[in-house]
């Protein structure tokens, strides 16, 4: 029974490591054309982003984990999020994912589809808070 269990617990191992990096690979295409198919309001919000403009580099549609984030500021673990309507009915369902993040160390931002869409600047201003609050500050 030794040998069996040993190629039995082997067999598993692999298995587990293709899944995760077949797993990987998909969240990577899936963000890929996250990023080339950007709705308007994510776009507006990634020209406000983009190009350190807040004094940290971000980046769009990313994996983080299993997860893929809307933005991502790497260098202060900042993930910002634009939720839409549908977040409404996954409250639960988004708190598990801030929690699995924020045990990885990542502060998950959330804003509210409207808020970005008709106050940009009250969106950047919230950014710019989480921001500090990352940096100690």
Do not use: T, Y
Request: with cysteine.
């Amino acid at each position: 029974w030794g040998f069996e269990a040993r190629h039995l617990r082997r067999a598993q191992e692999v298995s587990v490591r293709r899944f995760r990096e077949n797993r990987r690979e998909l969240l990577e295409g899936r963000a890929a054309a996250m990023r080339s198919d950007m709705n308007g309001v994510e776009a507006a919000l990634w020209r406000e982003l983009s190009g350190s403009k807040l004094g940290v580099a971000f980046r769009r549609q990313v994996v983080v984990g299993e997860f893929i984030a809307d933005f991502l500021a790497p260098s202060v673990k900042l993930i910002v999020e634009v939720d839409g309507r549908c977040h409404a009915s996954r409250v639960r369902s988004d708190a598990r994912r801030d929690n699995r993040l924020a045990r990885l160390g990542f502060r998950v931002l959330r804003l509210p589809h409207e808020v970005v869409l008709q106050n940009m600047s009250a969106a950047v201003a919230l950014i710019r808070e989480a921001l500090a609050e990352r940096r100690g500050g």
